[in-house]
């Protein structure tokens, strides 16, 4: 590939700006393919698309692809300009879209139109400098490249015969960054374990809680489950309970520990040990502890390597969910968040919060992959080929819930390769803000009235959690485009409305 005046694009860009030296509309490049030569650049031919698009035509895809990426480009340019929480009501959109789907093709510009009057407006700006509800969930020009590539080689890579690349790509993308968190060799592929993308953490832990559940039963009998008995704390993610609906856990036997502030909201190991030793004194089996790094609500984290070690003492699975926090990890100041990770069985993150990589992008790394594929792996007639059976290859497939999965390895490729992934500004900020009131319920309700107060501005985003039965604004902090005027804006927009509403006690 040569670049326009053989000059390569600059080097030092930002993850998101839409002027980037990467606009697509303003990139020019000779792409060879055969014996052709063509340059990006065409003059568009108004009678082109006369007769329809067609499904797949590489002119008609340049040309129609070169306006979204400026639609796309143009947003980011006016993100600011819309109200970061959508202000619409409930069912806004079927009065302003027909009621079937059009008989007729439509121009593209007819779409976007309905896209800026009727789509944007219904729109959440999670890529809003202003946005700081939840949890960081970036994007960046590198994670947009990348899946524009993947949605262009549109693979179905289930198994390594389907689409080597996909499946060689994705195992080596991983061990670069598991290498880059001093994950222990353990979970990198040239042993027993290896890495896989996941849409979301909710599939990983569910995953890893089927490999636990199938691993203890074959120990102690399969009519055992009832008497399965997993632990994590009452902060852990809500995905863990999900995954015990799935699979076939007992909700009595669930044990979500209680926290609070004395130990940051971590889950104590004390504690912990105390649940595990009344459950086996009636006659229960302990078999699996999630600890979390990075909770949602209180960004706790829980003392890996003391939990761990409980674990290992009752042969329990031991997995870290790190979806929030761990990315953070790779930077040397903060990787003693995941101190005791080589206790752990199965350890999961999420690219697609702070690695800016495009959603869905979630890593899960496992020790023992054999353990996954005992529980997942199915192999119908029509997949089976020479290199599966000889076992010379990795089988996603066997590796997850679904059959299908995206080539989502080039989008963390490209993040790492465009960017230097150490130097990445990488940052979360938790704000709580509680009223001045010994009344909880009169403080719970000034929140309330605060919380709705500031989003219904438009201005900024913000969420709530309840944490030892207060009811607290948080504001977390990790968008790209987010600078430091950003965060004090909305420090002064939460003054402005909180005194406007203690006004109106006095």
Not at 53 to 72: G, S, T, Y
Not at 318 to 337: K, N, Q, T
Request: hydrophobic letters at 40%; charged letters at 20%.
């Amino acid at each position: 590939m040569k670049y326009k005046n053989d000059n390569p694009p600059a080097t030092s860009w930002f993850p998101f700006q839409a002027n980037n030296p990467l606009h697509l509309p303003h990139f020019s490049a000779t792409i060879f393919f055969g014996r052709k030569k063509k340059k990006t650049e065409q003059s568009i031919n108004p009678q082109k698309m006369e007769s329809g698009l067609k499904p797949m035509d590489a002119e008609q895809l340049r040309e129609n692809a070169h306006k979204m990426v400026d639609f796309i480009a143009d947003y980011y340019q006016t993100i600011e300009n819309f109200p970061v929480l959508s202000q619409v009501q409930p069912g806004y959109l079927q009065e302003l879209l027909p009621d079937s789907a059009p008989t007729h093709p439509e121009p593209l510009q007819h779409i976007f139109d309905d896209i800026q009057a009727k789509i944007l407006p219904g729109v959440t700006h999670w890529q809003s400098p202003n946005f700081f509800g939840y949890y960081p969930s970036n994007s960046s020009i590198a994670g947009f490249l990348g899946e524009m590539m993947s949605a262009g080689l549109n693979v179905v890579g289930f198994s390594w015969i389907t689409s080597p690349a996909a499946t060689e790509l994705e195992m080596i993308v991983l061990d670069w960054f598991g290498k880059m968190l001093k994950l222990p060799e353990e979970f990198l592929s040239a042993g027993k374990g290896g890495g896989v993308i996941q849409g979301s953490a909710s599939e990983a832990v569910l995953v890893v809680l089927l490999a636990a559940r199938d691993k203890i039963l074959r120990r102690v009998g399969k009519n055992s489950l009832e008497k399965l008995v997993l632990y994590a704390s009452d902060q852990t993610h809500s995905a863990l309970q999900k995954a015990c609906q799935i699979g076939g856990i007992h909700p009595e036997n669930c044990r979500l520990l209680r926290t609070d502030c004395s130990t940051d909201y971590a889950l104590s190991p004390n504690v912990l040990n105390e649940a595990i030793s009344n459950d086996v004194t009636s006659g229960l089996i302990p078999f699996f502890l999630c600890a979390t790094v990075g909770t949602t609500s209180s960004t706790a984290v829980d003392p890996l390597l003391e939990l761990g070690k409980i674990a290992k003492s009752n042969e329990m699975w031991f997995h870290v969910d790190a979806a929030y926090a761990g990315s953070a990890c790779i930077c040397p100041e903060y990787r003693h968040y995941i101190d005791g990770v080589e206790e752990a069985d199965s350890f999961n993150t999420n690219a697609h919060k702070w690695f800016l990589t495009n959603f869905d992008c979630s890593v899960l790394w496992i020790k023992d992959r054999n353990a996954l594929i005992k529980v997942l792996s199915t192999n119908p007639e029509f997949l089976k080929n020479k290199a599966s059976q000889a076992n010379l290859v990795v089988d996603y497939k066997d590796w997850q819930i679904p059959l299908g999965r995206r080539f989502r390895s080039l989008k963390l490729w490209m993040v790492m390769r465009l960017y230097d992934c150490y130097s990445t500004a990488i940052f979360v900020s938790l704000f709580s803000s509680s009223a001045p009131s010994n009344d909880e319920t009169c403080a719970t309700k000034l929140n309330l009235g605060l919380l709705d107060a500031v989003n219904s501005t438009g201005k900024i985003f913000v969420s709530h959690t309840v944490l030892s039965g207060k009811y607290l604004l948080r504001l977390a902090v990790g968008a790209p485009l987010t600078e430091e005027r950003h965060v004090n804006a909305a420090w002064k927009l939460l003054q402005d409305e909180a005194s406007a509403l203690l006004a109106t006690l006095w």
